[in-house]
């Protein structure tokens, strides 16, 4: 459909000028939403592993575990020295 906006009357300008500027009014709204979800994601990304499961358990005291980041402890070096998996590890 092509308006010609040229035979519009005043009222009809206004009418339409209301409603672009609510249609352009929720594009920002849904942009702005957009960008603050993609910038939580991002800072939540950042925070670490807070919250997340555990990854690696260790198989002589399951009250110690590894998430996988950062320095690999020694007693997860020593259980792949054993031959373990980080799969058997993980599902201890």
């Not at 209301?18 to 594009?27: P, V």
């Not at 590894?66 to 031959?83: D, I, L, S, T």
Request: hydrophobic letters at 35%.
């Amino acid at each position: 459909m092509k308006l010609n906006i040229e035979r519009l009357t005043r009222d009809e300008l206004i009418d339409l000028y209301g409603r672009i500027s609510a249609a352009l009014d929720a594009c920002e709204s849904r942009q702005i939403a957009r960008t603050a979800k993609e910038e939580a994601a991002r800072i939540k990304g950042e925070a670490g592993e807070s919250g997340k499961r555990v990854s690696y358990f260790n198989p002589t005291n399951r009250s110690v575990s590894w998430n996988g980041r950062g320095r690999c402890p020694h007693w997860f070096k020593v259980a792949m020295a054993q031959g373990r998996t980080p799969e058997e590890l993980a599902a201890l």
